[in-house]
């Protein structure tokens, strides 16, 4: 038995050392949002937020995550009460197939984090460990920016629903 | 105003099965709907094989429910379908339910491909709707006693003059929608549409960027096991030794699945049945062959296999003469879909009935597969759509929906989830085939083009279940079934031959289609099929042209094109993207445009690009891109501009980079880094598309539109950059750094 935190809730998992993180948030804590894509660390799709980095989830063995803060797609906000990085992909409605989005919504979620104001420039080069198929490029960089600036603005109010951070 | 409705109920009397339902239409505002003035005109699009109304609209006390034999695989439509019914039944987008591939519940619409479902399945809910609307209003008219011509709907809801509403659940009884649809459909006048042409949100976005269950992959039932495939290393490859006891001693693993060279591996939690898939190819031992063919010499390998060749096209006018020719051959690698989550499938077989939940895109043909697999009759299967990773084409999918079928027969009652691995989905998935075009054109003492040849090679561009030998687990079983003999798909729409024959005016053309039957490598549909390579080479060949006459490749092509939409949407993407004859470039960089209807007769797309060339590496950059799309009436604007800029983005990828790597026995690109895809470092800087709407005009679909237009677009930029044509696809940095040093 194993102690992992995730979206702030403590979970006691029965999974061997060597597990990935991805098969413990999916398999054992059913939650959706982050996807295997190559199990190689190539494409971006598992990717969660571990201690505010972000972190490709299906190279990342359990053993390594004893006390650290684990957060995925589901723990940022709800379709009822979305987060600004949530809201913001909806508004740009930045997906096709949509597989490889949370992915790139929590990597895009560490990187505001840290740098409220990213340049298109840091944008890209933050997203490059991401693949997306459908060719939504365009409208995931969009959405990215108008992340930032719905983030600000949530910054400039009292917090409100606090579910974004 | 709505006409009167005959029903004939002597038929009904005689025992003819169906109610038919008769009205007549209307003058006006009725859309003629591409139908034939036959005798017994058909009504149109998939209500031609599904003519019953409540095959596509049910309504009951607790909804109305809209259902489509296609199957959601990232395009958008569904939202699209959603617009359509809510447009012509008058009732909120926000009240319907829209229900996709199920073999129990939908229409059998064949394949979700070839861009065709706004047209098939867009086109039967736009008619279905409205008659399902006229027959409301005359129930209630009946009702009411009041002539129909007074009622009027809203909201789901008939409405009198006296403002008396009877709701579309109140007035549906029985078998009322049970009758055959009509040839015709009194369909909205398009300038009285509300929800068609708006930019809806789509459905499905939101649960996906919430972490909602939105795939297949996302699939947990109660009790259900976890399995993988061990497949073999290589085509043909043959399972002489296989000890599954340590296998079988692993935690959690429940069994240990052999039948021929099939091999699987179950267990409780999904990553013990991965640690057993690792350990279960470990003890696996395989008798390899060396099959394959030099993958560096497609060109020769593919025009020296015997072929079948078909002259498809041929014009000829000897009065004009041609005065200068050149010729070039065009190469296209295997490519891979590519898909970001691998296939994935659920099974459960109950009581000698088995379910698959799948992301295939034809469940009818691959319950048809499946059935003939495990031997049991087709109404003892059901398949079931549910959404997977975009697909583009006919990639692990139906294999995956077959390895699930195969696997859950062995353990009954209990559900079945198989995911493949990203090694498993790169190396067995269907590639879209390599083809090779020669081109042989002059021009004529004006300038213009005076004849034109053009030659393709190229396999079948389907491989598609129908019979169980088109699914791996079906090939690799003891008592295998042998893989269907290739067909080439027939014209108009074509397969290899799929936009090959040119959509411009030559006096003299001469197109043959070289089908070749053997099939070196697992292949199939992808994305545009024929069109992708045929249109690259057309295009290519029309700049290499322009530039031997000194003509502005704009302008050379408008002086072909005869055709007024094909005209406007070259026009507006010239436009669009700033296009000047001889406008000056900034150093390494290039200009390209090119055009194509798709398949001749659907979507019309131009794409204008600019591509840098680095000079010293030799790699390229689309720097910015500009297209105009005319796919008819536009249903969801914002839905038709994400697939443009998706299919630019995406062909840009092929384009440059891509191609399926192999030795002389294994497939040895499979994952990402031996099959590089475009990433973020590449995406250009702006993508810019305009839609030409044509309100009334029949749906043309769009998701197959832009590749071939945005690949030759990118390859005459490369050109006009660099000085050097490469005719051999991907154009990689490689390849370009050789022509600018050659």
């Known amino acids: 038995m194993m102690t992992l935190k995730v979206n702030g809730r403590e979970h006691q998992v029965d999974a061997e050392a060597d597990t990935p993180l991805l ?5 054992d804590l059913k939650l959706n949002a982050a996807k295997y894509g190559c199990g190689l660390g190539q494409c971006g799709s598992c990717t969660v937020i571990v201690d505010g980095k972000a972190v490709l989830s299906c190279v990342m063995p359990m053993v390594l995550l004893e006390g650290k803060q684990v957060t995925t797609l589901e723990g940022l906000g ?73 983030m600000d603005t949530a910054d400039a109010l009292p917090a409100a629903n606090g579910s974004a951070r | 105003m709505n006409a009167p409705l005959i029903i004939d109920r002597r038929r009904v ?67 699209a379908f959603q617009q359509i019914a809510a447009e012509e039944l008058d009732i909120a987008f926000e009240s319907l339910k829209v229900t996709t591939a199920d073999t129990r519940l939908t229409a059998n619409e064949g394949y979700t491909a ?26 209630a008219a009946r009702r009411l006693d009041l002539p129909a011509e007074s009622l009027r709907t809203a909201d789901g809801a008939v409405i009198a003059p006296d403002g008396k509403r009877l709701s579309y659940g109140e007035l549906v009884a029985g078998e009322m929608l049970h009758v055959q649809a009509q040839p015709t459909s009194k369909l909205k006048d398009p300038a009285t549409f509300k929800v068609i042409g708006r930019p809806v949100p789509r459905v499905d976005i939101p649960a996906k960027v919430t972490g909602g269950e939105a795939y297949v992959q996302d699939m947990r039932l109660p009790g259900m096991l976890h399995a993988r495939v061990v497949r073999p290393p290589s085509y043909g490859a043959e399972l002489t030794e296989c000890d599954t006891a340590a296998v079988e001693k692993l935690p959690g693993v429940v069994k240990v699945v052999r039948d021929g060279n099939f091999l699987a591996v179950v267990a ?92 295939t895109q034809g469940v009818y043909p691959d319950r048809q597969g499946i059935a003939e697999m495990l031997r049991l009759p087709p109404a003892s299967v059901r398949l079931i759509h549910v959404e997977g990773s975009g697909c583009y084409g006919h990639n692990g999918a139906d294999d995956a929906a077959a390895d699930a079928a ?30 090779v075009t020669k081109l042989k054109a002059s021009l004529d003492d004006n300038g213009r083009i005076a004849d034109w040849n053009f030659d393709v090679w190229s396999n079948t561009h389907s491989m598609r279940p129908g019979g169980a030998g088109s699914m791996l687990a079906a090939q690799h079983m003891a008592q295998p079934f042998a893989v269907p003999a290739p067909r080439p798909l027939p014209l108009p729409e074509g397969g290899g031959d799929r936009n090959a024959i040119p959509f411009y005016n030559f006096p003299n053309a001469r197109v043959v289609h070289h089908f070749i039957a053997a099939m070196p490598l697992r292949i199939s549909a992808m994305r545009a099929l024929g069109a992708y390579h045929n249109v690259f080479s057309i295009e290519s060949f029309i700049d290499e042209l322009a530039i031997l006459a000194g003509a502005d490749p704009v302008e050379f092509r408008l002086k072909h094109l005869d055709d007024q939409r094909g005209r406007d949407v070259i026009e507006k993407a010239a436009q669009a993207f700033g296009w000047k004859p001889d406008q000056k470039r900034p150093p390494d960089r290039g200009y390209g445009f090119a055009f194509a209807r798709y398949k001749n007769l659907a979507a019309y797309c131009a794409v204008a ?18 297209a105009a799309v005319d796919s008819g009436q536009v249903v969801n604007p914002d839905g038709l501009i994400n697939q443009i800029e998706g299919a630019i983005v995406q062909s840009m990828s092929w384009t440059l980079y891509e191609s399926v790597t192999f030795d002389d026995t294994r497939i040895t690109s499979i994952d990402w880094q031996t099959y590089p895809i475009l990433r973020f470092n590449s995406v250009p800087e702006s993508i810019d598309i305009h839609i030409i709407d044509r309100p009334g005009q029949p749906f043309l679909g769009s998701g197959e539109t832009g590749q071939g237009p945005a690949a030759a677009s990118i390859a005459n930029a490369i050109a006009s950059a660099t000085g050097k044509r490469l005719r051999n696809l991907p154009l990689t940095r490689k390849r370009i750094k050789e022509a600018i040093d050659a």
């Open chain 2, 406 to 435: 195969l696997i859950a027969r062995a353990l009954p009652g209990r559900p079945v989830r198989v995911h493949w691995t990203r090694e498993q989905e790169h190396a067995w998935e269907p590639f879209g085939p390599a083809m």
């Open chain 1, 23 to 27: 098969y413990v948030l999916r398999d």
């Open chain 2, 609 to 626: 690009s600019e591509v840098e060339v680095n000079r010293e590496t030799g790699r390229p950059r689309l720097i910015r891109a500009a």
């Open chain 2, 13 to 79: 009397l005689a025992g003819g099965g169906a109610l038919i339902v008769s009205f007549s239409l209307g003058s006006g505002l009725a859309q003629q709907q591409d139908a034939p003035a036959a005798s017994a005109p058909s009504p149109p699009g998939s209500l031609k094989a599904s003519p019953y109304l409540d095959a596509w609209i049910r309504i009951d006390a607790n909804g109305v429910e809209v259902f489509t034999g296609k199957a959601e695989l990232g395009q958008g439509f569904k939202t």
């Open chain 1, 78 to 150: 709800t379709i009822a009460e979305p987060a600004p990085i949530q809201r913001a992909f909806m508004e740009e409605q930045a997906a096709q197939c949509g597989y490889c989005i949370p992915g790139m919504m929590m990597r895009a979620q560490a990187l505001l984090q840290k740098n409220s104001k990213p340049t298109d420039e840091q944008i890209r080069a933050e997203l490059e460990p991401h693949l997306c198929r459908c060719g939504t490029h365009m409208r995931i960089l969009r959405a990215v920016h108008r992340a930032a600036r719905l």
């Open chain 2, 268 to 359: 409780e939690k999904e990553f013990q049945s991965i640690k057993a898939m690792n350990a279960l190819a470990a003890a696996a031992k395989w008798k390899e062959t060396a099959s394959l063919p030099k993958q560096d010499d497609l060109l020769n390998v593919l025009t020296s296999l015997p072929s079948q060749d078909t002259t498809i096209f041929e014009r000829s006018n000897a009065a004009v003469a041609a005065h200068k020719t050149i010729e070039a051959t065009y190469t296209r690698p295997y490519q891979a879909h590519g898909s970001i989550g691998p296939s994935c499938a659920v099974a459960q077989f109950v009581d000698g009935a088995i379910t698959v939940w799948t992301h």
């Open chain 2, 114 to 139: 070839g861009s065709n479902s706004m047209k098939d399945s867009g086109t039967a809910i736009q008619n279905a709707a409205a008659q399902v609307r006229a027959l409301l209003i005359a129930e």
